[in-house]
């Protein structure tokens, strides 16, 4: 079952039979047997189901809590017929009727279980943290073994919803009233994100902050329902790569957040693109997860483009760092590093002293504009380096005679014509090189992909597909990059992307 399905319920159980009751036997005597069944007693502070409130005739409670167990979900809980009838909602409660989420149906609940917080011990069924999320009161408009029709009236919550079954213990929850907060935007769920150009430090720089730039790769996260995706520049979902940055979504439960940020492998107190290298290209989920354990990744934070229902793009930078703030985003995995407004040349010298790539200057009242490149950020380095294009190769000589000696490379132009820009011998591993050479093979061609001045003639081309970064110490004014040093392969630009820089 798909948890953001869009059917409505009754397409969904069309020509379904259902039965009685789902998850315990209706005949059974005691309401709460699988409860307590799943249960120590004297192993978990949850309370045994034995008290007995009396409730004024018509009263309906309602709890919704937080659940940090194995995976985060939360575990929403009705008053009916003596006990709590249950729900884990993996996504959370839908706060809009354009998505409906996955419930699925568990054991009944004592009424006890309406005030319940704390922890669950390790080893015990649900280990780990439940907190009191939302709770209330709700009318109840239909109360059936497949269809559960309510209106709440909690703190978070309020509004008409329907519970469906579907299939087995599997539900859905769909919000039938609109969104409680009628200027709501959905979240988006693709953003391009905005550029820097390069250039000097800004003259005027009280009118800018300033930023470390990372060496990384550029990801933006859409955080909902408790999960996280992260998408790379060409919009690439690559959250498969780096699990050890999940528990974002946890550190932001019940929130929905789109941050722009970087993934930066640190060795030592500097990030390093080419230690970043192992993981971006690693296909093996074994290895993935090694890596993950022995040798994390972190993300930087640098912006807050979506919050909550609202839109931020449209809000000055200083407003959107403002917001970032609040959210105190700092865990083993990430965090968000503090700006600095005004005194740029301060920052770029204590970059340069600690061999880091440089700054990144953004005007306080710039807005976000998403896959732009624009005058209101740029880029101060320390270290010239760029995203380059391989056209071609050279055969090498010596020790590596017969294989690949030099990476051919260009960048595009203005109009996205592709100039030669040199050749890049250096700081490849003998892996690389045995990687590299699998990898232009089938890309081969007969002509040239370059425009204009070309490269040696001994150059074997290759179709313009795949974008390294290199290092380099300056650019000719025949737009040559002098001494580049090959830094690794990406596959979060695309060719048409890259410009210098």
């Given amino acids: 079952m798909v948890a953001n399905d869009t059917r409505t319920p009754a397409a969904l159980t069309a020509g379904r039979s259902l039965p009685a009751r789902i998850g315990y036997d209706s005949s059974m005597a005691d309401r709460l047997e699988r409860y307590r069944g799943k249960r120590d007693p004297g192993a978990t502070p949850e309370p045994a189901g034995d008290a007995h409130a009396a409730l004024p005739e018509g009263t309906r409670r309602f709890v919704v809590q937080e659940h940090h167990a194995r995976r985060l979900h939360w575990d929403l809980r009705l008053e009916h017929d003596g006990v ?44 780990g943290t439940m907190a009191i999320w939302d709770r209330g009161t709700y009318e109840e408009h239909k109360f059936r073994d497949d269809e559960v029709m309510i209106t709440f009236h909690g703190e978070r919550v309020r509004g008409r919803y329907v519970l469906f079954r579907t299939k087995g213990d599997d539900w859905m929850i769909h919000r039938m009233d609109p969104p409680e907060d009628p200027e709501r935007e959905p979240m988006p769920e693709e953003l391009a994100p905005m550029l820097a150009r390069t250039g000097p430090l800004p003259p005027d720089d009280g009118r800018w902050a300033f930023e470390i730039k990372w060496d990384g790769v550029r990801a933006i996260a859409f955080v909902q329902g408790g999960r996280l995706i992260l998408k790379a520049r060409s919009g690439r979902d690559i959250t498969p790569r780096y699990p050890e940055l999940r528990p974002i979504a946890a550190a932001l439960a019940g929130r929905e957040v789109v941050l722009d940020g970087e993934v930066v492998a640190f060795d030592g107190a500097r990030p390093s693109f080419q230690k970043l290298q192992s993981r971006m290209h690693l296909t093996s989920e074994h290895a993935v997860r090694r890596l993950a354990r022995e040798d994390p990744v972190s993300y930087i934070v640098f912006d807050l483009l979506y919050l909550d229902g609202r839109s931020l793009l449209d809000l000055r930078y200083d407003e959107r760092r403002a917001k970032l703030a609040e959210l105190e985003l700092s865990g083993p995995t990430w965090q968000a590093p503090a700006h600095h407004v005004g005194d740029g040349a301060a920052l770029l010298e204590a970059t340069r002293a600690q061999q880091l ?115 380099y110490n300056e650019r000719t004014q025949a737009g040559t990059l002098r001494q580049p040093s090959y830094k690794g392969l990406r596959d979060d630009v695309a060719p048409a992307d890259v410009r210098l820089g």
């Fill in 357 to 471: 790539e440089g700054v990144i200057a953004k005007r306080l009242d710039c807005p976000y504009l998403p896959g732009r490149r624009t005058q209101g950020w740029v880029k101060v380095k320390n270290i010239c380096s760029s995203d380059v294009v391989v056209g071609g190769w050279l055969p090498g000589e010596g020790n590596r005679a017969g294989r690949l000696g030099a990476l051919v490379i260009g960048i595009p132009d203005d109009d996205g014509v592709l100039r030669y820009a040199g050749r890049v011998g250096t700081g490849f591993t003998e892996a690389e090189l045995v990687r590299l050479g699998s990898l232009l093979e089938p890309l081969a061609r007969v002509d040239s992909p370059f425009s204009g001045r070309q490269p040696p003639k001994l150059t074997r081309f290759v179709e313009p597909q795949l974008v390294a970064r290199v290092d």
């Fill in 84 to 127: 709590l009838a249950s729900w884990a909602v993996p996504r959370g409660i839908p706060p809009g009727p354009e998505r409906n989420h996955l419930a699925v149906r568990t054991e009944d609940h004592p009424l006890e279980y309406l005030d319940f917080h704390g922890e669950i011990p390790a080893g015990q069924y649900g280990a």
